[in-house]
């Protein structure tokens, strides 16, 4: 096991990233990462953390935080490293012996050559996450295989930035924690659809309202069948899926400028959209696996808020939540060959990665962000979660994860 502590430095809105380039059989060659460097004997990380900050920058620090801890595993090596930040420190930048360093403002720092896991952990960063460990794994090509990552004090159910900043919003997306069911399905299983007792879904639906703020009374579940069919909902439509009987069938997006109605739909690795127009105060949620994905789920949504609630896209807040990772989902050359036919090139270059056996890596997540842009969303009002459910499925119901047996998670959206 190697121990090694990585530091970024901040100030005026840009960190401090060091470009690898002067040292030879270097693993991190030409990328771009923060300073840091391995513990030696006797070492404990903060005493690591300042002397590697002093040697490759002249930097001292007077103040730092301890922000993850990262597991990398690559071919028979693990590597943890602890992962900190400071804005306070002193003295004299100096030209470093192992690359170059370069203050870089942080919207720029996503578009460097930069190992992927890295960018999920700068982001987490950034938005000053609560402590987290993270796994990530590589391949001899150093690509990513896997990304699993725990949060200080686990939450029963997760909520997206973009959409807590508006107050007349609620939104959230259950995990595993908190229910009533067991064994595969254990513990809060949101699915009926999975052979688990239907009272103790309905059970777990009371205690997530509970935890949202929203009585099963007041939800409304889609009926999904991997269609790319969407309907509006309204007030007739309360309790249905969860506590009485539908109205409607094969319907895997639903949307709404009803207050009071909480629209749900259910995902074990199948992408959650969520979508707000903050301007006409209404709100879809769309449930887009890969057949949903490759017939454009996304579109259908966002032409139907056009055409009810007269929903500009350009105004739309949209979020992409806990779903599968390109690592994780691999599919024939059949799916990928419909793909193929709906995507152009360089976007079929972006979601589709062959493989050696014959088969493909989708990346939906990837696709569903490409939908969303091209219906006119700006990309910068789209948050993607960097939660891949297969990678975490201790904590998240996965298809892929549990070989299918496995329960399901609910996405909530309410105007309130
Ligand atoms: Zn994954």
Redesign the pocket.
Known sequence: MINTVLCYLEKDGKNLMLHRTKKEGDINRDKWIGVGGKLEEGESPEDCLLREVYEETGYQLLNWSFRALITFVYGDITEQMYLFSSSEFTGTEKVCDEGDLEWIPKEDILNLPLWEGDRIFLRRLWENSPFFTLTLHYDRDGRLT??AIHEENGRDYLTFKKLNALPWLMNAFSTRRGGVSEGRYASMNLSFSVGDDPARVVTNYRLMGEKIGVSAEDMVLAHQTHTTNVMPVGNEHRGMGIVKERSFSDIDGIMTDTKGLCLVTSHADCVPLYFVDPVNHAIALAHSGWKGTAGNICKNTVDGMRLSYNTDPKELIAVIGPA??V???EVGPDVAGIFRSKYNMPECEAILRPKDNGKFDLDLIRANLINMVNCGILPENIEVSDI?????HDWMHSHRGSGGKRGGMAAFLMIR
């Open positions: 896997k990304r599968i990772g690592e994780c989902y891949c459910t297969c990678c975490c």
